[in-house]
């Protein structure tokens, strides 16, 4: 009998102690998820409202300048050469959605899509990578594509080297007069 009344009693004197050092690690346990969510939620949330902000902006902006320009401001190719048309697939930044692309480049030296060809692997990557850091917020509306639209044409115009520009006839800095979609799915 004494044994039984050792071993409950220290069974109870356990449980106490136990008690009191689950509720302290369910307590510390809680605090950690809830300060980790608070954190993200604040990092997260104010890259979104910066990036949101801005691309909203610029966004604005670009839906007044459309609206503002006129059919003879459009860029007049004299004499087009266009680039093959080249697809792309890419799942979007939110994981939920792809998007199907298709794009050409349209020139007026046509030395300019040989340089580009040549060059293909490279132009793949970058349009590949750029494509993947979109969300369908961004390719709903016309300006989200035609902001596409023109930071690929800064980029791809941004791969002529000084070499090729002294030696073209027409010592263009950009011979890319404009980026064509040929195919737009967006699912």
Partial sequence: MADEEEMSG????????????KLIMIIVVLLVIIGGAV??????????????????????????EMEAKSQDEEVKLTNPRFSPPKSYTVNLRDGKHFLNIQLSAAVEDENALFFLAGREYIIDDMIIT???????????????????????????????????????ETKDRKPVKKILITKFVLN
Avoid: H, P
């Fill in 10 to 21: 220290g069974d109870e004197g356990g449980e106490g102690g136990g008690g009191k050092k």
């Fill in 39 to 64: 954190g993200a939620m604040m990092f997260l949330g104010g890259e979104e409202e910066e990036g949101g902000t801005t691309a909203e902006t610029e966004q604005s902006q670009l839906e007044a």
């Fill in 130 to 168: 750029m494509l993947q850091d979109l969300t369908t917020e961004n390719l709903r509306t016309r300006a989200g594509v035609e902001i596409l639209k023109r930071e690929l044409y800064k980029k791809i115009n941004g791969l002529f080297t000084q070499e090729f520009i002294d030696a073209s």
